[in-house]
């Protein structure tokens, strides 16, 4: 990731290597130095293009990426120091009004209700039969809630 595994310039020298061997092979058939240097190059096709697949193969090219990014915003920063004050402050501030936004928020809002269970806190409603078996979200009434108790205290020490 952070270091090639082999060089470029092995890589330029393995392609003038492939290009040395066809030119000889061609000045043996009788052609001309340049004209030999010519044919070569065209049937080996685009070295740079080559260079380039070479470059981009086994490489993560999101973090060259990432890197050429980071050098460049740290010379862009390095060139406008009023801006970048600016713009650290303006960071700070924003992290620093959201952190204590959240704390907040955590603190009152989002906090565990009082109890020793409370995932077992439950809402006790009535349905209304009249009315489609709606739920009423009113609340029911405390006698409401002594009787339900005990019927249910009832029924759960019935023996069959």
Same mark, same amino acid.
């Given at each position: 990731?952070?270091?090639?595994?082999?060089?470029?310039?092995?890589?330029?020298? %393995?392609?003038?290597?492939?290009?040395?061997?066809?030119?000889?092979?061609?000045? %043996?058939?009788?052609?001309?130095?340049?004209?030999?240097?010519?044919?070569?190059?065209?049937?080996?096709?685009?070295?740079?293009?080559?260079?380039?697949?070479? /470059?981009?193969?086994?490489?993560?090219?999101?973090?060259?990426?990432?890197?050429?990014?980071?050098?460049?915003?740290?010379?862009?920063?390095?060139?406008?120091?009023?801006?970048?004050?600016?713009?650290?402050?303006?960071?700070?501030?924003?992290?620093?009004?959201?952190?204590?936004?959240?704390?907040?928020?955590?603190?009152?809002?989002?906090?565990?209700?009082?109890?020793?269970?409370?995932?077992?806190?439950?809402?006790?409603?009535?349905?209304?039969?009249?009315?489609?078996?709606?739920?009423?979200?009113?609340?029911?009434?405390?006698?409401? /809630?002594?009787?339900?108790?005990?019927?249910?205290?009832? !029924? !759960?020490?019935?023996?069959?």
């Amino acid at each position: 990731m952070l270091r090639r595994k082999r060089k470029t310039s092995d890589f330029d020298q %393995e392609i003038e290597g492939h290009l040395q061997l066809e030119i000889d092979a061609l000045r %043996e058939q009788g052609w001309g130095v340049e004209e030999a240097r010519a044919r070569a190059r065209r049937e080996f096709g685009n070295v740079t293009q080559a260079q380039e697949r070479f /470059y981009e193969a086994k490489r993560w090219l999101w973090w060259d990426h990432f890197w050429q990014d980071l050098r460049f915003g740290t010379r862009t920063l390095a060139r406008n120091p009023g801006f970048t004050v600016v713009a650290v402050t303006t960071l700070a501030l924003g992290i620093a009004v959201n952190a204590t936004m959240f704390s907040l928020v955590s603190a009152f809002l989002l906090r565990r209700p009082p109890g020793q269970d409370p995932e077992r806190i439950v809402v006790v409603t009535a349905i209304n039969p009249t009315a489609n078996f709606q739920p009423d979200l009113s609340p029911i009434s405390g006698a409401n /809630y002594l009787s339900w108790r005990e019927v249910s205290k009832c !029924s !759960s020490t019935k023996k069959v």
